[in-house]
């Protein structure tokens, strides 16, 4: 079985309606435990917003420590679940089951396997 990495991809130009939070995250919970009953789940977490991430960049031997997040732009990670399945097309299933629940874009990423180098 492989993992697969579901990004969910926020506009945090866009914020979301308070009152739309609480029903969100019950429905993403639902999800997630569909998936631990499936035997597919293998983590899930949720993340602060981008302002409280600190980005670490290497350059001649030293490290450069700078606020913010690493990419400029509107659209940032604002959570994730960690899964195993069987394909691509059993995490797509899943991820379409997650961008319902959470009203949100979700990347698909294979992990690397090395050990199959």
Do not use: N
Not at 11 to 26: C, G, N, T, V
Not at 52 to 60: E, H, I, K, Y
Not at 80 to 98: G, M, N, S, T, Y
Request: with cysteine; hydrophobic share 40%; aromatic share 8%.
């Amino acid at each position: 079985m492989k993992q697969y990495l579901l990004a969910v991809q926020l506009d945090e130009s866009k914020p979301e309606p308070e009152e739309d939070f609480e029903p969100m995250l019950a429905r993403t919970g639902r999800v997630t435990e569909d998936m631990k009953s499936a035997g597919v789940w293998v983590f899930v977490g949720g993340l602060r917003p981008s302002h409280a991430s600190t980005v670490v960049r290497p350059g001649d031997g030293t490290v450069t420590i700078t606020d913010g997040p690493f990419a400029e732009t509107k659209e940032q990670l604002g959570g994730f679940w960690v899964i195993r399945c069987d394909d691509l097309d059993q995490a797509l299933a899943w991820a379409e089951k997650c961008a319902l629940a959470c009203g949100q874009l979700i990347e698909v990423r294979p992990f690397d396997d090395i050990s199959q180098r």
